[in-house]
């Protein structure tokens, strides 16, 4: 088994993203709001927001702000078919702004057999 955790550069990709794992056969996976060091440190972190905020305070620039999947998936076979299907949603993985994946070996994983 392995743990998958892509880190999804462009949130508005986040829906086809899930419909292309989904048809890929995964199980399911785990959505985090994620933001990276570099967005921290050009100020996409807000700490202005004021004592009595308005609805306008709390959204200000969702774009700048990644998506983290993670899931567990079975075997080669499957692991294939999720790299694929997420790269036929942000493209080519080796190019800029597409995202992160990451895949390690899952040696025990408990409660999921049942979505496997």
């Known amino acids: 088994m392995y743990l998958i955790l892509f880190v999804l550069d462009n949130p508005d990709k986040l829906e086809e993203l899930l419909d292309a794992w989904e048809k890929a056969g995964t199980g399911g996976a785990t959505v985090l709001s994620s933001t990276g060091m570099?967005?921290?440190?050009?100020?996409?972190?807000?700490?202005?927001?004021?004592?009595?905020?308005?609805?306008?305070?709390?959204?200000?620039?969702?774009?700048?702000?990644?998506?983290?999947?993670?899931?567990?998936?079975?075997?080669?076979?499957?692991?294939?078919?999720?790299?694929?299907?997420t790269q036929s949603v942000v493209g080519d993985l080796n190019k800029p702004n597409t995202g992160i994946l990451v895949v390690m070996p899952a040696t025990q994983v408990y409660g999921l057999e049942k979505n496997l």
């Open 38 to 85: 570099h967005r921290l440190n050009a100020g996409a972190i807000r700490d202005d927001i004021p004592l009595m905020p308005g609805l306008d305070d709390f959204y200000k620039r969702v774009e700048d702000y990644h998506r983290t999947l993670f899931t567990i998936v079975k075997d080669d076979e499957m692991l294939d078919k999720i790299v694929d299907a």
